[in-house]
């Protein structure tokens, strides 16, 4: 079985400063790990994903994240936030190799920006 | 850029009315998902369907629940008998094109729409 536990349901970041949004995982199985982004009124979209290919993973917008297999984690970042990063970010977690498999998704993190 | 579109994005029924939220996958995609978010909780997997037959359900998804692929284009999910706890927001995805290779195929990701909020009353 797996899952993803997002630490921190609400996280404020200044614009400009660095966004950290937490994700540690479980899984029995070698896992490949997703960071979906949902904005208001709009639907899930892939931020980025992790296949075990490299271990830091580049995203759209700026973001990446690193798998850390001894930390069981696999955390969003980017280096300078901007307002229109506001939204909520999903870390989800599937089985490696099976690509048409379901996820299962964290609780999710909604990100706010301060002007 | 192909999406996933479902419709409508907003629907309000009375507690034992049956719904049908509709969705229209990628059109190159082979597997389809329904996912549900209830206000404040995370995102849940459904179901998932694979050459017109579920291939996975959830616990959540119960004998109150169906899916269909009616036409080459359309993939529905019908809840025949309302209860105020479906109130959600139901996201459909779909996944892994034709003609990629097994690699690709492994690594490939859900895509999704932009989901149907459900209201029950």
Redesign the interface.
């Known amino acids: 079985a797996q899952s993803v536990t997002q630490l921190g349901s609400h996280v404020s970041v200044s614009e400009g400063a660095l966004v950290l949004l937490r994700c540690n995982y479980s899984s029995s199985v070698p896992p490949?790990l997703?960071w979906?982004v949902q904005y208001p009124?709009?639907?899930?979209?892939?931020l980025l994903?992790y296949?075990s290919?490299a271990t830091l993973v580049k995203g759209i917008n700026g973001f990446e994240a690193e798998f850390k297999k001894s930390e069981t984690s696999f955390h969003l970042t980017k280096p300078s936030a901007h307002m229109s990063d506001a939204a909520e970010y999903?870390c989800?977690v599937r089985r490696?190799?099976?690509?048409?498999?379901?996820?299962?998704?964290?609780?999710?993190t909604r990100l706010t920006i301060i002007p | 850029e192909p999406e996933v579109t479902q419709t409508p994005s907003h629907q309000v029924t009375q507690m034992g009315q049956e719904v049908i939220l509709r969705c229209v996958p990628i059109s190159n995609h082979l597997y389809f998902y329904w996912y549900r978010q209830i206000l404040g909780q995370k995102v849940e997997f459904l179901v998932s369907f694979y050459n017109n037959e579920i291939s996975e359900k959830s616990e959540i998804f119960d004998d109150q629940f169906s899916v269909e692929r009616p036409d080459g284009s359309n993939f529905t999910l019908k809840i025949r008998s309302t209860k105020l706890e479906d109130s959600a927001m139901y996201f459909c995805a779909s996944s892994h094109m034709t003609n990629i290779s097994l690699v690709a195929a492994m690594n490939t990701e859900a895509f999704f729409g932009q989901g149907t909020r459900l209201t029950v009353v």
Do not use: I, P, S
């Not at chain 1, 009124?41 to 892939?46: A, D």
């Not at chain 1, 490696?96 to 999710?108: I, M, S, V, W």
């Open positions: 490949y997703f979906y009124n709009q639907g899930l979209q892939l994903k296949t290919a999903f989800a490696a190799n099976f690509g048409n498999e379901k996820l299962t998704f964290g609780t999710g």
